[in-house]
């Protein structure tokens, strides 16, 4: 009797064997996921193909901040702790662009003002890696922003600033806004007397032409030469009040805009300024010129 009891266990145990098989998982290949995203078990595998309870135990060599293809291994296992493990490739692609964020959309200045493009700009950041930092480098391509501005100080008018994001896989953003350069406030000429005249022959007051150029400095002072007495002369421009640069012009912004032009067309112009004209009589024409100065402190107007 005993040795039957002992063949009955033995051919249990062979049918126990006998029975036992993998488990059966359905994988899918050739996923896509976003860059910085954490990967979705869900999607590895196939539930309605593979045996009932399959679930993912561990996932191994996948690393969601590396674009491109990954062949990852992933384990998988069932409510009796069976397990299998499987092969499959996964492709981490970044289609996030950064975010440029401005302060305002317009912005105004005074000619002459200090104007700095960088400051109206909020923030600049990937949506994965975060802040962005700003860049010389105007060939940049990756992990970087630069600043394009056409903005003249000197000059009114209406000009753009263009910000250009990248982000460390190459992801471009673009953003501008406008600034205008407003007119200096015209300075008002003081009170004439056109009988009092110095000794050329026509009334002497700097403060009606001598106005600085905007962002020039310099001295503005009138050539000491004495000049015979002249009879006045209404409607007549008298020398003395013309700009060395010998030029009149209809407007006050036509003397500024020469006044830029030639100073950055001759670098030993160290500054200028521009001014009313005044006649014989000292009576103000309705004309402009042009000074400048070139490092012997004496110019006018």
Known sequence: MKKMSVLVVSAMMILVVGCSKDLKVTVKDNLEVEYGDKLDNSILFDKEQSDEGIAVKEVKNFDAKKTGEQEITVIFTNADEKTKEETLKVTVKDTKKPVIKLKKEKVEITAGDKFDAASNIE?????VDGDIKKSEDKKLTKNGYIITSDVNIKKAGSYT??????????NKA????????KKKPQEQAPTQNNNQTSGNGYTSNQGSYNKPATGNTGSNKKPTQSK????CKAGVIHPNAMGNSGKLFN???????????????DASIISFSYGVVFDYCDNVINKWTVGFNYGNDVFVP
Not at 123 to 127: I, L
Not at 161 to 170: E, H, L, M, P, W
């Open 123 to 127: 923030s600049v950041k990937d949506p």
């Open 174 to 181: 673009e953003s501008s806004y406008k600034v205008t350069v």
């Open 228 to 231: 015979p007495q002249q009879t």
């Open 251 to 265: 407007s006050e912004q036509e003397a500024i805009d020469y006044g830029n032009m030639m100073s950055e067309k």
């Open 161 to 170: 600033v263009k910000v250009t994001a990248y982000d460390v896989n190459g």
